[in-house]
């Protein structure tokens, strides 16, 4: 059953008098209890789509058209207060960057505990048990110790597991994590991946996994979106993806990771650069940068070609 739903979904961006579309025409679900990964080069819309869902786009962004929905319900069609009522107790997110997101001056247990006052529970003591039992539930080290630290006192893995506590407190239904791992080092990336991973077996949220990084999306997630300048252009099953990548731009990405056998190699790289959302684009966005680009990619973005076990590419070599 989908928990959420995008159709047709594109934002937009503006620049003085003109709005440029950053999101163009998206559509996909999340299925109750599953890990589904997002992943593209930086500036191709991913966090725009993920900061869209809970309504948090920022001023001069905005939804262009198409629809959200969330348990059957139109998130557009929500007040405010209603949306408000929504985010940190159904709909959560970890943000980039956990040391801008946290406050300086409160104490850690304290930032954990005001999710669970502002959905409700008023009573300090219960507040402060929810508080300790989730850090320890996830594993966050000397929780009490924890719970009267400040954040300039943590690491910068440990800032962000206090991220994934505050998003969880509630047990939501839906983690929004947007590129959860960035600039952490790689034990702390795994922990954090565990961490996902736990969340979603013992507390069966569903979680929208935002990254750039296909390695990290091919670990967690079981199915995966490809985006490029606004557009899906693969998805499927996340161990087809990447064994037999379909899209000219999914083959690009995957040829570019590191392997031990290329070591002393020059590494693969994609020529050009992803296009800003001022420049005109006709037709399939990756075309310029497309070694099997042909004339008839300019004219049009192509249709969704079934492949079959759920999966679809959007790319004329795949059109009969």
């Given amino acids: 059953m989908s ?12 620049r003085g008098n003109e709005t440029f579309t950053a999101v163009d025409d998206i559509s996909f679900s999340i299925n109750e209890g599953e890990i589904l990964g997002l992943v593209g080069e930086s500036g191709c819309g ?16 905005e939804r ?20 408000c009522r929504l985010r940190g107790k159904e709909i959560s997110m970890i943000f980039q960057e956990p040391a801008a997101s946290l406050n300086p001056l409160r104490r850690i247990g304290a930032q954990i505990a005001e999710t669970l006052e502002l959905h409700g529970m008023a009573d300090k003591k219960k507040r402060r048990a929810e508080t300790l039992d989730i850090m320890g ?30 998003a969880a407190v509630c047990r939501p239904a839906l983690l929004l994590a947007d590129e959860p791992t960035t600039a952490l080092d790689t034990a702390a990336q795994t922990q ?3 961490l996902l991973q736990k969340i979603n077996r013992e507390f069966g949220a569903a979680i929208l996994f935002v990254s750039h990084d296909l390695n990290l999306v091919n670990r967690v997630c079981g199915r995966a979106l490809v985006m490029y ?36 190699k020059p590494l693969a790289n994609i020529p050009g650069r992803v296009p800003p959302i001022e420049e005109p684009r006709r037709g399939c966005p990756f075309a310029p940068r497309c070694t099997y680009a042909e004339e008839r990619c300019a004219a049009a973005f ?18 009969p």
């Fill in 3 to 14: 928990l959420l739903e995008l159709s047709h979904v594109s934002i937009g961006v503006r």
């Fill in 46 to 61: 991913k966090s725009l789509t993920c900061l869209s869902i809970p309504g948090l786009l920022a001023p001069g962004i």
């Fill in 64 to 83: 262009l058209g198409g629809d959200i929905c969330f348990k059957g319900r139109s998130l557009a069609a929500l007040s405010p207060a209603e949306l």
């Fill in 137 to 166: 539930n996830l594993g966050l080290s000397e929780p009490e110790k924890l719970f009267r630290a400040y954040p300039h006192e943590l690491s910068g893995g440990m800032c962000q597991r206090v991220m994934i506590a505050i």
């Fill in 192 to 194: 954090i991946l565990e």
């Fill in 229 to 264: 300048a606004g557009k899906i252009v693969e998805a499927g099953n996340t161990e087809d993806i990447f064994s037999r990548p379909a899209h000219p731009y999914t083959q690009s990405l995957i040829g570019a990771i590191p392997r031990r056998e290329q070591k002393g």
């Fill in 302 to 319: 192509p249709a969704a070609a079934d492949l079959g076990g759920g999966r679809r590419v959007y790319c004329v070599r795949h059109i």
